[in-house]
């Protein structure tokens, strides 16, 4: 499973180099998780991406320069910033999802439309699965 995501990873960085979206490839997966997933926190998006909050920092003042996003107050925490896409992104939304359809292309690659079917629902299974495992509380166990 390591070794097919980080090929995807690849897969997908160069797949947007190709389609040329003005951002870099981690700027272009926080935007396209926030089309996702939208009204997550700024700490939601680096956990869903993998990174330090610090790290996402950056790539999210480069996309508000840009005018592809805005930090929006969250009414439940005045601390807390939602970042929300703003009309600017679509046409960079429509490049990655360029991006997106050629590694899903390379992905299925041999594959009839029935086996491509069933590969996304087992990923889907098995995401589920492990996102239901992670969301359980972990037993505790006592220190001697």
Do not use: W, Y
């Not at 439309?113 to 069933?118: G, I, P, R, S, V």
């Amino acid at each position: 499973m390591t070794d097919v995501a980080r090929l995807l990873r690849r897969r997908l960085d160069v797949a947007l180099e190709q389609v040329d979206t003005g951002l870099t490839p981690a700027e272009a997966r926080a935007i396209n998780i926030i089309r996702r997933m939208p009204g997550r926190r700024q700490g939601v998006l680096a956990e869903l991406m993998g990174i330090e909050p610090m790290s996402l920092v950056s790539h999210l003042d480069r996309l508000e320069q840009g005018g592809i996003i805005r930090r929006v107050v969250d009414p439940g925490d005045r601390r807390a910033r939602i970042i929300e896409l703003t009309d600017a992104a679509a046409p960079v939304l429509l490049r990655i999802d360029e991006a997106l359809a050629l590694v899903r292309a390379e992905l299925t690659a041999g594959l009839d439309e029935a086996q491509a079917e069933q590969l996304h629902a087992l990923l889907q299974h098995v995401k589920s699965s492990l996102g239901e495992a992670d969301a359980r509380p972990q037993p505790v166990f006592p220190c001697f």
